[in-house]
């Protein structure tokens, strides 16, 4: 085996506070940009970079996580145990000395019907929580996932996602895992943030945005990771785009790029392009500069 292959990839993890930022965009343009990588779309709540990257799926299987209570009702004595029991009120009684009803997207799956039923009439059985998908991309190999409607554990489902990627560049001898992860701070945040060589935090110029960027890099100093920033439509609120720029001095962290905001995105997107494919925008230096900077941080 090659020595290549034997080595980790690097990981690299693009996040933001919120929502709406661009942080799906920039990783397409850094898809474009990156050789020899694997990709991974962990924000499987609301996945999108497949809309930017076509993938061609090759295989996809089912992501089964917690548990769901299912009756019997031919073993049901129709006692009201279950019913009385569950917190989340997903158990309910139709009519007198009739088995009860167990509503599958109330169930939290957390057993206390299972372990109280004095006949054992109730089961747990595995909960279908979305799919896996292993793809090809026109800049290499891609994982990504769709959580199911009233899907829980989409921290496991980036887990499971990232393992994927991280299997396929050992086999390929990868030298990038480039993740696009989910928005926020909660459970797939985390997940997609666990064991990264450097966080790239995308935020807005926005007051929000600025509140939700705080939280971000707090969360990245607390798990110890290299973290940098990239101001996107740094133009629309010059004041705010500042006030980032500062407080990432005071906290040491390195400001790696300022965009600002282009219609061009926007055809690039309806084109089904990147903004490196797009139409020799000379927003396409700007992301090779930013590209350049993360390098040498994933390098050092």
Known sequence: MAEHNKRSPRRLTVISGKGGTGKTTLTGGLAALAQNAVLADCDVDAANLHLLLAPEINKRERFFAGYKAVLNPQ???????????CRFHAISMPRENAPPVIDALACEGCGVCHDICPVGA???????????????????????????????????????????????????GAELVLIDGSPGLGCPVIASLTGVDVALVVAEPSVSGFHDLGRVLDLCKHFGIDTTVVVNKCDINPDVTAQIKSSCSASRVEVSGEI???????????????????NNSPLADLFREIWMRVKDLLTA
């Open 75 to 85: 073993v049901c004595t129709a006692c009201g145990k279950c019913v009385e029991m």
């Open 122 to 172: 109730i089961t747990l059985k595995d909960a279908d929580c979305g799919e896996l998908y292993e793809s090809e991309t026109r800049f290499g190999p891609m994982v990504h996932a769709e959580l199911g409607v009233g899907g829980e554990m989409s921290g496991k489902l980036v887990t499971a996602v990232r393992n994927r990627a991280d299997e396929i560049a050992q086999e390929n």
């Open 260 to 278: 600002p905001f282009d219609n061009d995105f926007t055809k690039a997107m309806l084109a089904g392009k990147t903004i490196i494919e797009y």
